[in-house]
């Protein structure tokens, strides 16, 4: 079994920028694939950003050149920093973890989930 623990998340204007931050615990970090997911209210999760095992990214093109998704496997943290945030990136962000070596944005793949961390973006 794999814990997640979401922070960071908060409320912030326009083209500002927040980092959030997911603890890991109850398995070998490194040997885990992660990924960050949002959810809008009324609107299905999606893919944000992954990341390997190895440090292979992948983004959502809704993201790319915004976001940044890393990885520290002596702390068993994932990271996300946000950057030039809009208010269309306002959602609960859920750090995801799955048992595969391949960076996937396949919401089905990953095994275990946090509990989130809301993010709102005003304009």
């Known amino acids: 079994q794999v814990q997640l623990v979401e922070s960071g998340g908060g409320l912030v204007q326009a083209g500002g920028s927040l980092r959030l931050s997911c603890a890991a615990s109850?398995?070998?970090?490194?040997?885990?694939?992660m990924g960050w997911f949002r959810q809008a209210p009324g609107k299905e999760r999606e893919f944000v950003a992954a990341?390997?095992?190895?440090?292979?990214?992948y983004y959502a093109d809704s993201v790319k050149g915004r976001f940044t998704i890393s990885r520290d496997n002596a702390e068993n943290a994932l990271y996300l920093q946000m950057n030039s945030l809009k208010p269309e990136d306002t959602a609960v962000y859920y750090c995801?973890?799955?048992?595969?070596?391949?960076?996937?944005?396949?919401?089905?793949?990953?095994?275990?989930w946090g509990q989130g961390t809301q993010v709102t973006v005003s304009s």
């Open positions: 995801a973890a799955h048992n595969r070596a391949w960076v996937t944005p396949v919401l089905r793949a990953y095994d275990y």
């Open positions: 109850g398995r070998t970090f490194s040997s885990l694939g």
């Open positions: 990341i390997s095992w190895s440090g292979n990214t």
